[in-house]
């Protein structure tokens, strides 16, 4: 074991909510540990996303840490290693204070490997479910999504003792598509003061009213799609590699963003069956909808103009540290064996949204067209196929620039037949 080990790494609770009190809960309360990494950033980062991938249903009121109980037993697990942890007292402590359920997480490190377990336990009747391992070399901190939605699925999938019952459902819960809800507003859309190195074709800045909406937290993975197309011709297309995975240092992983997708394939044929499985009315994102994600806006759901950053780029105006693209997507982060990257890796937009800069290209709904002068209100593009007759991508790619980052980059230059290893894409579902 290490030399910088400790006991215990991170007690992290996420969210609002203090310690229950009998007869306040409409929901089991969940406690997260991580216990025995080796580095308290890395262990506060994984619970934070284990607790993100357990809550995505919001099955959990995931408390806070701010109560004395919870810090009283983050100073007693300090003194015990990861494998000294005693879960009946555990589960005792949760149910004095009001815990319905545990997480307990523990990384027990032998040489470089390290071997994730995670365990929920019922603090009712200390039962326990879970067992899940997970095994990396050498764990940094983009690592830490691809870790712990291997636990979560394990600790959260159908098979799974639930302190409470589960929301009937025929869409896999370890599938779910994460949305984030966008309040409606107006906002300039195309070349704004911040964009530089503007095409023709972004011009003129011009304003958008849209209504409220919801877009997606991710790019759309692989695993997703091939649950949804299972059986069908389209359930494995025809790369789905991400250019050179499986012959490089980045290992091939289903939850890298799904590509070598057309615009029609999504339109005809998965999005239908999305559909079909979820009752929802799952959509591609119009051009305005997408850069309105893209730069973090945020309306009053009106007619008011929305507060967007307005950044280079989706979530601030350094690119290494927003998305993958050709100088940083290869093996040691440079840009040998490029390739795309489990979605969610990098940081976020002020929303929450992720990877609307690199990683894949994305389809939006658009036919491309000429900007107009005058204020549109929920534009979907040209009603027919221009010249040329080509859907818009945005976002940029894996291999690509990162002047294809900037927020009002059009790619206005591919067919809606195409298949190709740089485009994938992210859906949205209307508000109402």
Not at 189 to 208: F, I
Not at 272 to 286: E, V
Request: hydrophobic share 35%; charged share 20%; aromatic share 8%.
């Amino acid at each position: 074991m290490r030399k910088n080990m400790i006991s215990l790494c991170a007690l992290l609770l996420i969210g609002t909510a203090g310690i229950a009190t009998a007869g306040a809960q409409t929901k089991p309360t969940l406690a997260i540990f991580v216990v025995g990494m080796n580095d308290n950033n890395l262990g506060n980062s994984l619970a934070t996303q284990v607790g993100s991938d357990l809550n995505r249903n919001s099955r959990y009121d995931v408390l806070s840490g701010a109560s004395d109980p919870v810090k009283t037993k983050l100073n007693e697990l300090r003194t015990q290693g990861a494998g000294n942890i005693d879960r009946n007292a555990l589960a005792t402590w949760g149910r004095t204070n009001g815990i319905s359920t545990i997480c307990l997480v523990t990384d027990n490190i032998k040489g470089n490997d390290h071997m994730f377990y995670a365990l929920l336990i019922d603090a009712k009747d200390s039962k326990v479910s879970g067992r899940g391992s997970y095994i990396r070399t050498g764990v940094v901190s983009t690592d830490l999504p691809r870790v712990s939605l291997a636990l979560s699925r394990q600790l959260d999938g159908p098979g799974r003792r639930r302190s409470a019952p589960a929301p009937a459902r025929s869409y896999p819960a370890e599938r779910e598509i994460e949305m984030v809800l966008m309040q409606g507003g107006t906002f300039e859309m195309g070349c704004t003061a911040e964009q530089t190195g503007c095409a023709s074709y972004e011009k003129p800045v011009h304003n958008v009213k849209l209504s409220s909406f919801y877009i997606g937290k991710y790019e759309i993975t692989q695993a997703q799609w091939k649950i949804v197309m299972k059986g069908h011709a389209l359930e494995q297309v025809y790369t789905f590699k991400g250019s050179v995975c499986s012959s490089s240092c980045i290992p091939c992983d289903d939850q890298r963003p799904a590509e070598s997708v057309s615009w029609d394939d999504i339109v005809n044929e998965f999005l239908p069956r999305l559909n079909a499985l979820t009752g929802k009315k799952y959509r591609l994102p119009t051009e305005a909808e997408w850069e309105y994600a893209a730069r973090g806006c945020i309306g009053d759901g009106g007619a008011g103009m929305a507060s967007c950053e307005n950044l280079l780029y989706s979530g601030g105006n350094n690119a290494d540290e927003l998305g993958w693209y050709g100088t940083n997507s290869g093996c040691s982060g440079g840009n040998t064996s490029r390739a795309t990257h489990p979605v969610g890796q990098k940081k976020p937009n002020r929303l929450g949204i992720y990877d609307m800069g690199g990683n894949v290209w994305e389809w939006v709904h658009d036919w491309f067209g000429i900007y107009p002068s005058t204020t549109q209100e929920n534009p979907t593009g040209p009603a027919t196929k221009g010249d040329p007759a080509n859907r818009i991508v945005r976002g940029g790619d894996f291999s690509g620039g990162i002047a294809a980052f900037r927020t009002a980059n059009r790619n206005p230059w591919i067919p809606p037949e195409t298949r190709n290893q740089s485009i994938g894409f992210r859906v949205a579902l209307p508000a109402q």
